[in-house]
């Protein structure tokens, strides 16, 4: 069978540190989003956000149960689990190479997919008038990313999950580095094509941002203290 059918989450107890005698910062966090469902989430700074988007990829130290459509994430092999979950982080890291090398790094795709998938993102949106800074497969990309604006990196890396066609998107907003006129490059492209049959975790920063989502969570201290639909809050 084809696995992740559809990108249903469920989140049981989970807790998480950055190191072995580290305080939990996220605490005994349990929820659900159903496959296809869009959650917005918000908090003050320091209250587990960019934490919680790591623990869901055991990117950190993790207690308690992750399941994705069905299967416990602790026992699926880590690289299936990180090509069918895609997240943004808010400075994604890339790597040194061209655009085409950090789209597919093992060269599986044609060239006319990874031209779609950075139009579906919207790269070519951020195109200035004159030829030189003119984005290809080619542009080379300086170590970590370095010679992109990080709302640039954040729509390649939107366009590396579009690709891999990831059924789980977790987009941790880029805070004060992110222009409007990138922010809205990346909201449009998610409600677009880009959106359609993957679940969304949107880390916000601006209220605009979520106001659309089907269900908010906020996060206080660590812990879930609302989670419900916009209305509801
Ligand atoms: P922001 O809105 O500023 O991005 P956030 O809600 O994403 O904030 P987190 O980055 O998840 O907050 O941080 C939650 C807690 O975890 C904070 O107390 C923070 O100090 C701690 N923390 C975050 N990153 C690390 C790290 N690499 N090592 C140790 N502690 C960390
Ligand atoms: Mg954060």
């Not at 349990?30 to 990117?59: H, Q």
């Not at 990138?182 to 209220?207: F, P, Y």
């Not at 605009?208 to 203290?225: F, H, P, Y």
Request: overall charge negative; hydrophobic content about 40%.
């Amino acid at each position: 069978a084809y696995w992740p059918a559809s990108g249903h989450l469920e989140v049981e107890k989970l807790s998480a540190r950055y190191s072995e005698d580290g305080p939990k910062v996220l605490r005994d966090v349990s929820f659900e989003v159903v496959a296809g469902e869009r959650v917005g989430i918000v908090g003050r700074t320091g209250s587990g956000k960019s934490t919680l988007t790591l623990a869901l990829l055991r990117c950190i130290l993790t207690e308690g149960n992750v399941r994705f459509d069905g299967l416990l994430t602790e026992k699926i092999n880590l690289d299936a689990l990180r090509s069918s979950i895609t997240i943004i982080p808010q400075v994604p890291e890339l790597l040194s190479g061209t655009l085409r090398q950090n789209l597919d790094p093992f060269s599986e795709h044609d060239d006319a997919v990874l031209n779609d998938a950075l139009r579906s993102a919207g790269l070519f949106n951020l195109q200035t008038e004159d030829n030189q800074s003119r984005i290809t497969l080619d542009t080379q990309v300086a170590g970590g990313g370095a010679n992109l604006s990080v709302g640039q990196r954040q729509i390649l890396a939107l366009a590396r999950a579009i690709v891999r066609r990831s059924k789980l998107l977790i987009l941790d907003e880029a805070t004060s580095a992110i222009d409007y006129e990138t922010d809205s490059i990346i909201q449009t492209s998610l409600r677009t094509e880009l959106g359609k049959d993957v679940t969304l975790l949107t880390v916000a920063h601006r209220l605009q941002t979520i106001m659309d989502s089907d269900k908010i969570m906020v996060l206080e201290a660590g812990q879930i203290v609302e989670f419900g639909k916009p209305r509801e809050l």
